[in-house]
Structures are given as C-alpha cells and as structure tokens.
C-alpha cells in the first residue's frame, strides 16, 4: 500500500500535531536531567549554585528559552486538544490554533526578554 | 502529442491548447509512474484525463469509475498527494507546472494501475459494528424521532458519508496502526450511537473502543480536510471518545 | 491489554494533562519570576526549603508528568518503531517508576 507525504500533510491542524508531538518527545528526554540538576541540591546549596553557574552560558539561556517555547507549545496546544475532545465541536478550531500558537509565543518571549 | 480526430465531445479548441504532463502510477505494490501527454481542455477533470489516457493511450490502465458526476465515490484516487473525487477535480485547479500526478488511494492494497482492494476498509465498517439495529417490527408504528434534536442534529451532520474512502486514505494513523478502524467507520458509528431507534449501544461502544478504536485518533484532521462531503469524522470521534470515557468511569463497558 | 484498561489509560493521559496544565501555568510564571530575581541556588531554597505547599505542589507535579510522559512514549514508539505489546507496556512502565523516583528524590532535595 502507498502512504501519505508532506503533500496531505500541509494543513494547519496536522502542524499543530507535529508540534505537539516533537515538544512532548524532547520535553520527556528533557525531563530526566531536570529531576538530576535539581537533585543536585541533595550535595548543598553549593552543589546546585555550580550547576546553576553553568547554566549562564549564552548557548544554555538559548536552550532554556527554545525549552520553555516548547514547554508552552505543548502546554497550549494539549489545552487545545481537551477542548476539541472533551468540549462540544467548534468549527472555529483554527482560532483555537492561532490562540494557543499566539499564547505559547508570548509565554517563550516573557522568558527570553527576562534571561537577556 | 497524440493525434485525435477533432470528433465528438472533446474537440481541440483553435489554437493547440499546451499538452498536460501526466504521471500515473502504474503496478502493483511495486511498480511506477508512467508519463503521458495528454491535450488541455477547458473545464477538464482529472477524470477526463485518465479516461483520455486510457481510451486513446494505454487500454491496458485500470482505474474505477461509475457516475462521474460526483455521487458515488468511486473515482476516488490521489491527486497530487492528495485523495480527492477525481471526477469533481478540475485540472485547472490542482496542475502545478502543467503537470498532474495521479496514484491510487493510500492505505488499502493496489490491485492495479489506480485500483485498490476496499475490503478491509468495509470490513473495518463492520467492525465498528457500523449497522443498524433495531427493535421494532412492520407491524408497529414509526419510531417519531425529531430532527431538531440534539442527537439526531448529530447524526444528520455524519449521516451523509458514502464510503469512498477517501478520508481512509488520508489517514496517517491508519498507516501507522494497522488495526485502526478508521475515520468512515468510527464516523457511521457515530451516526449509529446517536440513533435513539438502534438497541446494540453497548456492542457497539466496545467495538469502536481502544488502540483500535477511536482513542486512537491524534485528531490531525487530515480526514475533516479531504472529505468530499464536507464531513468531520474528527467530531464525530471526539464525540465517541466522551461516550465511551462516562462509560467506562460508570463501571461500563 | 484488553479495550477497557486501554480508555483507562486515554483518561488517565487526558486527567494528568489537565493537572499539568495547571502545575506548568505555575511553573512558567514561577521561572519568569525566580528570573528577574536571578538565578542562585539561595533564590530557589530560599522559596523552597521547609515549605510544604512547594514539596506538595512539586510531589502532585511529579506523579502527573510520571504518568502523563510514559504513556505519550508508549504511543510515539507504538506508531513510528511499530513495537507493541507486554515489553512495550513494560518498558514505559519502568521509565514512569524512573520518573517518579527522581521526581520525588529532586522535590526532596529543595524541601528537605
């Protein structure tokens, strides 16, 4: 049997798919060696501010910033998804989509403006 | 370029229209596409087209037709990657470069050229225990169902599916999970959860439950996007989810 | 796994994602503000240490994304390895115990 390409896949509804599940995927490997960085703490106050140092380099404030756009991304569009399953149908889920893109953007630059 | 004779319904208009690069996927499972050159007309379908390749240029092309005048899904294959009504398909709306690519539908066996097997497509229907069942017989009167019901403004938004498979062919999760019942099925189980006349609700939210069932739709929409009726099988799934979920926290199913 | 424990864990991925939803609305306006502040190891204990609210909202936090994390796993890995079946359910299960257990032992440590 042949398979879809990118060609049936361009439309608004599957990119928020995409989104969501590429945010989830790098949020759950993610997670791991945020519980270890925090556990630091367990060696001392001193232990978590080494870590916390290291954190200052310019390329780990940039991957903090894309972690916590992924972190709104996933959040706004599983929001989205709950309102699509669990509210009656809206014919307007586009809006829904350009809100919860809008949302995470906005929550993504909070965090930048404040790390610069 | 062909030649033709300039007799009967497609007459060359004056002038030598551009000829249509035409990309058809010929084969089984394996196979290819075959280029042909076929004149463009004016208010042309990809119907049309394939007809022309297949009168004019290779008899040996199999492809699936029946009213041409979309009503029946039969004609329906993958047009530039997407899966449309081929006879509802203007040229003039889908060619890129002049060209046109035209396979058959996704997710089901190619018997040949742009024929699938649907078997497994109706048999997921079934599955989905997508038949109606009811109580009363000839002898009494009419079940009075009111249309302006909430349930049954649901099955009317759904009811209109004629199983052309499109949506099915659309479907990612289809091809990632082969047990996936499938938007059209799930979407007439719908129709049928919401028929206050059918008595097997309880068989039929076991069936459309689960990996297999509609807790396996990512709602991508690909299915709401390509319906040629305008159908969302989407709300209708999302619909069953919520059924099956107050089932199930109840002690159902 | 038969269809009934299958709907038990879509609610249980949709439940823990609302109880995220709320934690990770905390959490962001939480960062945004411990950012301002500057980010030191005594900004984050000075919030945190002996505070049971903190140790109870990280513990709820943790226990959601241990449920919510591995079942979204199991899904990703059914539909793009086409692995299924009892060693998948197993190997998501040990990766939310693993979760859990660092979680908790990370909530520990600025609590305790």
Known sequence: MRSNDFRARSHPAYWAFIVHRLSGLLLALFLPFHFWALGQALNGAASLDAFLHWTEQPFVKFAETGLVLLLAAHLTGGVRLLMLEFLAWRDWQKTLLALSAGISLAVGLAFALNVV | MTGEEGAGVMDRAAGSPPALRVRVWRGGEAGGFQEFQVPRLESQTVLDVVTYIQRNLDPSLAYRFACRVGVCGSCAMTVNGKARWTCRTHVAGVA????????????????????????????KWARARGRFTGTRSRSEDFARVSPASPARREVDAAIECIGCGVCYSACDVVTWNREYLGPAALNRAWTLVNDVRDNAQAERMAAVAGDAGCHACHTHMSCSERCPKQIAPTAGIAGLKRVIAAAVLKGGL | MNAR????????????????????VVHLVTMVYAMRNGLTAAEILG????????????????????????????TILAETLAWRGRTLDCAVLVLGCALAVWGARAAWAVFG
């Open chain 2, 96 to 123: 890129q470069d002049d060209t046109v690519e035209i396979a058959p539908l996704n997710n089901l066996p190619v018997v040949k050229d742009l024929v699938t097997d649907m078997r497994e497509f109706f048999d």
């Open chain 3, 47 to 74: 919030r945190t240490r002996g505070n049971t609210a903190w140790f109870a909202f990280y513990l709820i936090f943790v226990a959601a994304a241990a449920v919510h994390a591995p079942l979204g796993m199991r």
């Open chain 3, 5 to 24: 424990t299958q709907v038990l864990l879509w609610v249980a991925q949709r439940a823990t994602a609302a109880v995220l939803a709320l934690c990770i």
